[in-house]
């Protein structure tokens, strides 16, 4: 784990940056703000981590609630191609976690 380093930012306190195992990522809730799941997005997405997924700008967490704050399109795509055994089970996926309050 990387050291936690508080700084502001337009999202809210900047946490820290992280790499989490897929099985970290199933703890992440999905935002009832974030638009639905656009089936042609997921799968550009998932070309995309095919050809370069160290590439992937990371996903976002609200530490607060633990919901997605951006990149729940990137955490789908992610998680349906480890399931399907298309990616290394050593794959872990970049997450900035900020906290940002309720209000």
């Given at each position: 784990?990387?050291?936690?380093?508080?700084?502001?930012?337009?999202?809210?306190?900047?946490?820290?940056?992280?790499?989490?195992?897929?099985?970290?990522?199933?703890?992440?809730?999905?935002?009832?703000?974030?638009?639905?799941?656009?089936?042609?997005?997921?799968e550009?997405?998932?070309?995309?981590?095919?050809?370069?997924?160290?590439?992937?700008?990371?996903?976002?967490?609200?530490?607060?609630?633990?919901?997605?704050?951006?990149?729940?399109?990137?955490?789908?795509?992610?998680?349906?191609?480890?399931?399907?055994?298309?990616?290394?089970?050593n794959s872990?996926?970049?997450?900035?976690?900020?906290?940002?309050?309720?209000?």
């Amino acid at each position: 784990m990387t050291s936690s380093v508080k700084v502001f930012t337009t999202m809210g306190k900047f946490i820290k940056f992280d790499f989490v195992t897929y099985e970290q990522s199933l703890q992440f809730g999905i935002n009832q703000e974030n638009r639905a799941y656009n089936q042609a997005h997921l799968e550009k997405i998932k070309r995309q981590i095919r050809k370069s997924f160290d590439t992937m700008p990371p996903i976002t967490i609200n530490t607060i609630t633990n919901h997605i704050v951006d990149g729940q399109h990137r955490l789908k795509s992610y998680q349906d191609l480890y399931k399907a055994g298309e990616l290394p089970t050593n794959s872990n996926i970049k997450v900035m976690f900020v906290e940002i309050p309720l209000d």
